[in-house]
């Protein structure tokens, strides 16, 4: 079976830790699949009645809607497609994936850029093996906040935590002595393409000056056999009773590569404590 990415697309990202791969979603998938993330988050956000300019600063770069996959079963197919999915393994080379979690990341119009970070440090995961596949409906250009990636970032040592949330400079993490003299790279990514990054890439993306919300849904992959390395919060692990030191694998971080062409994982199921928090499916969305 041919590989799905080229030898100098591999190349690339073990390099710079971004690749762009074209022809990854038909046409058809990509409205399908567009559709279904927006009434998704459209129900996720139906009780949220502020507008742009009344959201905190993180909400003002996007709004992010977690675990699709869970209580949207036309997205479930995209979280977990074979072809993005065994892009995302040959790009890391390993044989195995789980997913982390998807999210949706809709930056509205007039929404503000997203603040350099990087995605690793919000993760209790030990192992470095982590990858991000991010997909534009629209594809994304400059003026509706393409991603911007510090190309060889992810090889320096660094894994900060920037608190990109509240409270804290929001370009901080570039005041870092191992990232002087870097300079982003900005990606425009067509539609039907899917760009990828290392857990450990700093990126940030522009803010979206065109008319319409930049519509990006992207799934986290970690290779399988992975493990908790630290007690940092996180519900991936947590809704599943995961201890330090412990492989991460249960019903909420599935199989994402290799699994048999039509078979998708089932959703776990939901537990009280679960249902606090707003980032994941509500009991009304659950049936």
Known sequence: MPEIVTPDQVDAFRRDGFVCVSGLLSDAEVERFGLHVDEAVARRKRNDPRTLEQKTRYEQSFLQCINLWEDTPGVRPLTFHLRIARAAAELLGVPALRLWHDQALYKEAGGRETDPHQDQPYWPIAETDTITAWIPF???TRESGCMGYFPGSHTLGLRKFSNIFFGEDPRKL???PALRGLEPVFVEVPRGAVAFH??????LAHPNRSTRTRRVHTM????????RGTKLPHFAVDRAGIAVGEAIASALTPIAWPR???ELPEPPALLERDLANGTLPSRETVS
């Open 138 to 140: 629209d594809g994304s």
């Open 174 to 176: 570039l005041d870092e």
């Open 198 to 203: 290392h857990g450990l890439t700093v990126h």
């Open 220 to 227: 986290i992959y970690f290779r399988d056999g992975s493990t």
């Open 260 to 262: 048999s062409p039509g």
